[in-house]
């Protein structure tokens, strides 16, 4: 597997340019909105004695507004925009010939941003001709804006794929959205819903 998801990458995504679309989404009972649309490349795939690792690098352009009563902007509640680097790394464990790994944020150029020392696990890798998929799950929690002048924990997790369409590059990020308990550790649904992100080739 392992050499088979490289040649993929290597073959298929590497000097890839893909863009996200504006989406826009409610947060806080339709008290916040987000609009988010990015542009985004991998790079400097490297294989390792076990796995491999490679870079996602994000060129984000995303704020947060708070609304009024009649759902009009009223402020910027949080500027997400910037550039952030996210390293993989994946390796096969010998105990269950299974591939497993971790994503983490390597570097951002985002303003007081919210995911220093936030990792996810990687798992449930699969690979075909045309299609690679994981999942993700994020360790502990990270901060969210709210309405009000706090935050709370929430955390992300993800069904991730990267296929080809038409002999065009696509990548999927469907997230789950949890609220996260720093007393018992357990993650609940959240009411509020991230849409799905579909990235494209140019």
């Known amino acids: 597997m392992k050499d088979q998801i490289i040649e993929f990458l290597s073959k298929n995504v590497l000097g890839k340019e893909l863009r996200t679309e504006e989406i826009r989404y409610i ?6 909105e987000g609009n988010y649309s990015d542009e985004m490349f991998f790079s400097d ?14 060129i984000t352009k995303e704020k947060i507004y708070l609304l009024d009563i009649n759902g009009l902007y009223t402020e910027i509640k ?3 925009t910037g550039t952030s680097v996210f390293a993989y790394e994946i390796s096969r ?9 971790y994503m983490r944020l390597i570097s951002s150029t985002v303003p007081d941003h919210t995911m220093e020392a936030v990792a996810s696990g990687v798992y449930d890798i699969k690979i075909s001709e045309n299609e690679l998929s994981w999942k993700e799950i994020q360790l502990l929690y ?17 069904q ?8 065009k590059l696509n990548f999927e990020y469907i997230p789950v959205y949890s609220n996260y308990d720093n007393k018992t550790m357990e993650k609940t649904i959240s009411r509020d819903h991230y849409p799905s992100y579909i990235s494209k080739e140019n």
Request: aromatic letters at 10%.
């Open 142 to 158: 990270r901060d969210m804006p709210t309405n009000t002048e706090n935050y709370r924990p929430v955390a992300f997790d993800a």
């Open 93 to 101: 464990r010998k105990s269950t010939g299974e591939f497993t790994g």
């Open 78 to 80: 949080k500027d997400f």
């Open 160 to 167: 991730v794929r990267l296929f080809l369409e038409n002999g």
């Open 27 to 32: 947060l806080e009972d339709g008290k916040m």
């Open 45 to 58: 795939i490297e294989a390792t004695a076990n796995g491999l690792k490679f870079n996602l690098t994000t």
